[in-house]
């Protein structure tokens, strides 16, 4: 396999690599499949990204879909197609055009825009501005500062100034006492 780095600015093209380091500014422009990468400054991916490993430091900009199983970024991130990963962790802002299929996510923000979000453990935790969500669907759910319209899971934890129109639970239910909601369904 392959092995890519950009100090400064630079273009790769699409491929199967080993590994892939940016430090600067990156363009990757065709499908990819990388099994570890590593980015300081900013990468755009115009072509589906399929990742192992990666750690990202600034902002990456995935123009197609996303697929990894341990992802790590600090920054800014845009995925204009489908996200799917074994673990994603985010500190930093989001912006998810997409649906997300995830084992583990886990957001620290100042705002954050999600789709539709599956998955098995979600957590997202909003600083400064509420994130927004369309529909959560895990088996373990914590969210603080955040609006949308449906969560569903079997734990369900909701704290700050959240708000949503449904709630739906199988366990249990836990609520801050800012939280604002329409309706709550036991399942």
Do not use: W
């Amino acid at each position: 396999m392959e092995e890519a780095k950009i100090v400064g600015s630079g273009i790769i093209n699409g491929g199967t690599y080993k590994n892939i380091r940016v430090a600067g500014s990156g363009k990757i422009t065709g499908p990819i499949q990388i099994d570890d990468f590593n980015v300081a400054g900013s990468c755009v991916f115009l072509e589906d990204a399929n990742i192992k490993i990666g750690h990202a430091s600034g902002s990456c900009r995935f123009q197609k879909d996303l697929k990894g199983n341990e992802l790590h970024f600090s920054g800014a991130l845009t995925v204009i197609g489908e996200t799917e990963s074994e673990r994603l962790h985010l500190s930093g802002r989001g912006t998810f055009n997409g649906d997300m299929n995830v084992g583990l996510l886990r957001v620290k923000t100042k705002e954050c825009v999600f789709q539709n979000v599956y998955g098995d453990h979600i957590f997202i935790e909003s600083k400064h501005e509420q994130s927004k969500v369309k529909d959560i669907e895990a088996t373990q759910i914590e969210v603080i500062n955040v609006i949308g319209n449906r969560l569903s899971g079997d734990e369900v934890i909701v704290r700050g100034s959240s708000e949503f129109t449904v709630i739906e639970y199988r366990q249990s239910l836990e609520l801050g006492k800012s939280v604002r909601v329409e309706r709550i369904i036991h399942l």
